[in-house]
């Protein structure tokens, strides 16, 4: 598969001030040393805790966010070294749809607006060409016509949610980052838009990056996952393959937090003991020793890298 | 009436009186708990979870919601008709809460220790010390690590996980005879989530005390509660004991919300989820007939004219469904 997307080394350091007075200066490193690929038309999950750095690494694939080092490629264009002509080319073919379908539409503009910002801003559609392909838009993803002239406040978190879908398909992009679309979202409603998703796909041939902490939501549309913990991939394979076999810890005490919807089953639950610790203050060694049930020698001094352990299926941890 | 009960609601009704109309956000609830078992109550947005929860407190802002009918029947008491004085001394004591987001609910100046001991002092007289050292003594027992030191800080000092602990310390310092936990885990990460649920459970067993646990999560419902409610626009549409609802869910509704979660056994990825269609149904404008009948894929004739009643469909297997 060619690639679409190509990540590779990626680090976002945030400088913040440590200490009252001194000013003593610190890093968080939300993304240290991510490396991926996407292939044309193939989801990737992003899965990880609040504070891995998903988002992060979202905002700096969009260059919403300049990186500290790494490079990111979309198709044959590096996106860090675009100028501004290059990069509003770029944001025609990458775009995102948002967690929190409320705070993410402007309460002021029309659902005409919303969705046909866009078409203006690249200049693909004005008048009743605009009205149009809004109309169409509106259409694929659910709404009607009749939605047009309304305001945000007007509509449910699915349907904003499903504006926000339409507002991102306007310009025709090729990727789209979907940051825990459906989280904010009830159960039944979640549904729908996933389904909704896999459609848009299949019609348009779209490729996702797909970022949720719901690790049902993300095996069910995902072709390949990523797991990231404190700014890294820890693990990464095809999407049933690591359900199945999932081998780094904490992958493996993740799936194992899932609850199951048969009161007759209980799973052997692996409980890590304490919270993630604080990007600011990286542990020595693995990242996850401190928590890890498995630890041994070398995890406290030595950092593990990202190996291909079995075809397709990447790890970080020196069990393997 | 049911026999045995520790909690009986009768025919509930609170209504908030809004602008744009009444809202009739909890119309007829029925349900009971007994001592010691875990009741799972289930919905979406809007399904009145949190507002029958809040009833049986009396917390209910006023204006604009009121409870304008029904019993709940504590202990053989009715907690709509004790006085305010009487009320506050059952708060927090004999049936206390835990909230969803445990940084609004914590004070942000009082150190955790000192917000654990307020309540202990409040319904017990005694010296400010001894509360301090009660205090540490629950922070210890909801397993926060060094808890002598941690009583002495702040919440933003905590991380989500912890503060989550101080909740149910504050909540259980007095040995509650029932607990109300609204949506416990839902603000947490998952690890943070599992080692929440397993407290909890670990706690009740040890103080053998009675759980509502409102969640919209029916992988936490499956593996925590004995019985599960179902709650739908203001009403209870089902009633089963656990095993009972995940084998075989009579409502629709519950058959539907089944139906679109995920799953997660390893197979075939593109298999379609089925979604219930339509939106969240809005208070003020509900159908006469069956609520659920806009949604429902099964819905016949019959389901407009007139609301069905709940009925027991097999023992102890209580829907809300003509079909049923």
Known sequence: MEPLLVVKDLKKYFPVKKGLWFGERADVRAVDGVSFAIGRGETLGLVGESGCGKSTTARLVLRLLEP?????????????????????????K???????????????MSVKEIVGEGLVIHRLARGKEKTDRVAELLE???????????????????????IGIARALAVGPELLIADEPVSALDVSIQAQVIN?????????????????????????????????????????????ELYRNPLHPYTQALLSAIPVTDPKTKRQRIILEGDPPSPIQVPAGCRFHPRCPKRFDPCDTEAPVLREVSPGHWVSCHLY | MRNGSLLTIQDLQTHFFTGEGVVRAVDGVTLSVRPGETLGLVGESGCGKTVTALSILRLIPNPPGRIVGGTICFEGRDLLRLPEEEMRSIRGCAISMIFQEPMTSLNPVFTVGEQVAEGIRHHQKVSRREAWDRA??????????????????????????????????????????????????????VTIQAQIV????????????????????????AETADRVVVMYAGRVVEEASAEQLFETPLHPYTQGLLESLPKLETGKRHRRLTAIPGLIPNLLD??????????????????WPTEPELREIRPGHWARCILA
Do not use: W
């Open chain 1, 68 to 92: 500290t080092a790494g490079e990111v490629h979309f198709g044959k264009t590096p996106v860090f070294k675009a100028n501004r002509k290059e990069m509003h080319q770029l944001r025609r």
């Open chain 1, 94 to 108: 990458m775009q995102i749809v948002f967690q929190d379908p409320y705070s993410s539409l402007d309460p002021r």
């Open chain 1, 140 to 162: 694929m993803v659910g709404l009607g016509r009749e939605h047009m002239g309304r305001y945000p406040h007007e509509f449910s978190g699915g349907q904003r949610q499903r």
């Open chain 1, 196 to 240: 909704l998703f896999e459609d848009l796909q299949r019609q348009l041939g779209l490729t996702y990056l797909f970022i949720a902490h719901d690790l049902r939501v993300v095996k069910h549309i995902s072709d390949r996952v990523a797991v990231m913990y404190l700014g890294q991939i820890v693990e990464l394979a095809e999407s049933d």
């Open chain 2, 136 to 189: 540490v003594e629950v922070l210890r027992r909801v397993k926060i690590p060094d808890p002598a030191r941690r009583a002495y800080e702040y919440p933003h000092q905590l991380s989500g996980g912890l503060r989550q602990r101080v909740m149910i310390a504050m909540a259980l310092a007095l040995g509650p005879r029932l607990l109300i936990a609204d949506e416990p885990t839902t603000a947490l990460d």
């Open chain 2, 198 to 221: 397993d407290l909890l459970m670990g706690l009740q067993e040890e103080m053998q005390m009675a759980v509502i646990l409102i969640t919209h999560d029916l992988g936490v419902i």
């Open chain 2, 286 to 303: 509900l159908p006469t007939g069956c609520k659920f009948a806009p949604r429902c894929p099964k819905v016949i004739g019959d389901c």
